[in-house]
């Protein structure tokens, strides 16, 4: 089982990281500023789930296989920037929505959830980040390495709510307001598009 003392170092690594910019924190950014709080939320509940599957990949040696198999990483790194780039392509056609329509305009929290699943689960990226990563924290000599395996992604997933809906919220905020001026919302979702594209970009260019 593990000690108070590695949960501690790791709790604090995990916050760290999801501070850290990136591709998932910016992507619940845009959503939040676009779409709103619960929006970000959404796609915050998305992203742990897939964090989830990373984990349980990682303990059953799934990403080992991804990281060794060159037309795995390539189909799988394909969907995912595709998706980016459909995400980016609604974004820049999306149009001004005002009070009374928003709320029909804006993406069910199901679509969003599911947004977030692919977003995450279609990154290589992070499961080799996470096969790097937890087991450094595991320690043979205090039992189950799988179940301490499991025990770290569970507090990674905690750390990335934490900090997630932390943006969620203060990005939705902001954006609540600034989806006021239609000048302002056209602006808002041309960069939204810009950085879809540009995270699609990234994901396409990266390699094993």
Do not use: E
């Amino acid at each position: 089982m593990l000690d108070a003392n590695t949960i501690v170092i790791f709790l604090s690594a995990a916050i760290l990281l999801a501070l850290a910019p990136g591709p998932d924190n910016l992507f619940v950014l845009a959503q939040a500023v676009q779409n709103g709080s619960r929006a970000g939320f959404a796609v915050t509940c998305g992203l742990c789930t897939g964090l989830f599957g990373h984990t349980a990949a990682v303990t059953c040696g799934v990403a080992a296989l991804i990281q060794t198999s060159a037309m795995a990483f390539t189909l799988l790194k394909g969907i995912g920037a595709a998706y980016l780039f459909y995400l980016a392509w609604q974004a820049f056609r999306a149009g001004v929505t005002h009070a009374s329509t928003r709320v029909n305009a804006t993406p069910s929290m199901g679509r969003l959830y599911r947004r977030g699943i692919i977003m995450n689960i279609s990154n290589p990226k992070v499961s080799f980040f996470f096969l790097a990563f937890l087991p450094q924290f595991a320690d043979p000599a205090r039992g189950s390495v799988s179940l301490q395996l499991l025990l770290l992604g569970g507090l990674f997933l905690l750390a990335t709510i934490v900090v997630f809906g932390g943006i969620s919220l203060t990005a939705g905020h902001l954006g609540n307001r600034a989806r006021q001026s239609a000048r302002v919302q056209q602006i808002i979702n041309c960069l939204t598009g810009t950085l879809f594209a540009g995270l699609a970009i990234k994901l396409a260019l990266t390699r094993q």
